[in-house]
């Protein structure tokens, strides 16, 4: 039988397909359930909308912020290299705090993989990893979105690839208020 763990794990949720922050915020309640304390950073979520998940996850008294300027391709370069740089900030302001038991970095990986405008000097693999290093013993952190670099595979305790079958947006169907915000 295993020995318990008594460090925080890495957690990645990554793929193509629907399902990744879901898991992420199922895995936050649960934590909390056990009394756990929880923060929810949303690296390309904009503040500008309103999400149910943000809605239910404030209702249940869990910390959570939409910290992005939305789509890529919606704005600027510069207003989307603003926001990351906050999100950046802000995310290893809570991490390095010691306040948190849990921590989900949402679209983390969406963040990473941005090719429209650099970011690599706003925030590269290298210091995802060096936060993972230097994160609180005891700190779970969760890394969420599509196209997880291998570096953070590799350094991960836990990994799920959520793979797309079927969806019906691929059939011109628009997001559903509910079920995909």
Same mark, same amino acid.
């Given at each position: 039988?295993?020995?318990?763990?008594? &460090?925080?794990?890495?957690?990645?949720?990554? !793929?193509?397909?629907?399902?990744?922050?879901?898991?992420?915020?199922?895995?936050?309640?649960?934590?909390?359930?056990?009394?756990?304390?929880?923060?929810?950073?949303?690296?390309?979520?904009?503040?500008?909308?309103?999400? !149910?998940?943000?809605?239910?996850?404030?209702?249940?008294?869990?910390?959570?912020?939409?910290?992005?300027? !939305?789509?890529?391709?919606?704005?600027? #370069?510069?207003?989307?290299?603003?926001?990351?740089?906050?999100?950046?900030?802000?995310?290893?302001?809570?991490?390095?705090?010691?306040?948190?038991?849990? *921590?989900?970095?949402?679209?983390?990986?969406?963040?990473?993989?941005?090719?429209?405008?650099?970011?690599?000097?706003?925030?590269?693999?290298?210091?995802?990893?060096?936060?993972?290093?230097?994160?609180?013993? &005891?700190?779970?952190?969760?890394?969420?979105?599509?196209?997880?670099?291998?570096?953070? *595979?590799?350094?991960?305790?836990?990994?799920?690839?959520?793979?797309?079958?079927?969806?019906?947006?691929?059939?011109?169907?628009? #997001?559903?208020? !509910? *079920?995909?915000?």
């Amino acid at each position: 039988m295993p020995t318990p763990r008594r &460090s925080g794990r890495v957690i990645v949720y990554t !793929g193509d397909g629907k399902g990744k922050t879901t898991a992420a915020l199922g895995l936050a309640l649960r934590a909390v359930g056990r009394g756990m304390n929880v923060a929810v950073l949303q690296f390309l979520k904009s503040p500008e909308r309103t999400y !149910g998940e943000q809605l239910a996850l404030r209702r249940l008294g869990i910390e959570v912020h939409q910290l992005g300027a !939305g789509f890529t391709w919606t704005k600027t #370069a510069d207003v989307h290299r603003q926001a990351l740089q906050r999100a950046w900030t802000l995310a290893k302001q809570y991490v390095h705090s010691g306040q948190y038991d849990l *921590i989900v970095l949402d679209e983390l990986n969406n963040a990473l993989a941005i090719d429209r405008f650099p970011v690599d000097d706003i925030i590269s693999v290298e210091d995802v990893l060096e936060l993972i290093r230097t994160r609180p013993p &005891s700190l779970h952190l969760v890394i969420t979105g599509r196209s997880a670099r291998p570096e953070l *595979i590799a350094v991960a305790d836990i990994v799920t690839k959520m793979t797309l079958v079927k969806h019906d947006y691929e059939q011109g169907e628009a #997001a559903m208020k !509910g *079920i995909e915000f």
